[in-house]
């Protein structure tokens, strides 16, 4: 298999358009303390939802996006999606069905799972969930990871 060097114009453009589509738990986190005005969407189904979530999440399952958004997310407000995490592309597929609606909608990687493992706030049916801060996915010792 030959591979050819990607330009430093196409690389440039390849990581730019990442960052165009995506977010991650850090980023989200920081909107939500900023107030930034977004609706974040937990993607996944009932029992998943019910498990545990990003304290403030929408529950809308991406099955039910074109049917309920609409009428639930007014169309110029942002949207950010998650699901589980890196092995689950959940996310990548909720935030399609917000694409196709007209949503500016960036996908958040590394899902519920590295929400969860940074210690940003979690909560379930029966209220708030205290998770410590994963030494292997966050600095334990700083807010945020300085990258």
């Known amino acids: ?3 050819t060097t990607p330009t430093t114009d196409e690389l440039i453009a390849h990581f730019v358009g990442r960052l165009a589509f995506e977010t991650d738990p850090t980023g989200v ?9 977004f609706v974040l969407i937990d993607s996944r189904g009932d029992a998943a939802w019910a498990q545990g979530r990003i304290r403030g999440a929408v529950h809308l399952p991406t099955a039910q996006i074109a049917a309920r ?13 998650y ?3 890196p092995g689950c592309n959940g996310a990548t597929r909720a935030a399609l069905e917000f694409a196709r609606l007209g949503y500016p909608v960036k996908e958040m990687i590394g899902g519920f799972e590295y929400w969860a493992r940074e210690g940003f706030p979690v909560e379930d049916d029966h209220g708030p969930v205290h998770r410590e801060t994963d030494p292997l996915t966050s600095a334990v010792a700083s ?5």
């Open 143 to 147: 807010v945020t990871c300085d990258c």
């Open 83 to 85: 699901c589980w995490g």
């Open 1 to 3: 298999m030959t591979e």
């Open 29 to 37: 986190h920081h909107e939500q303390e900023a107030g930034t005005r």
């Open 69 to 81: 958004a609409p009428a639930e997310v007014p169309i110029e407000t942002p949207v950010v999606t």
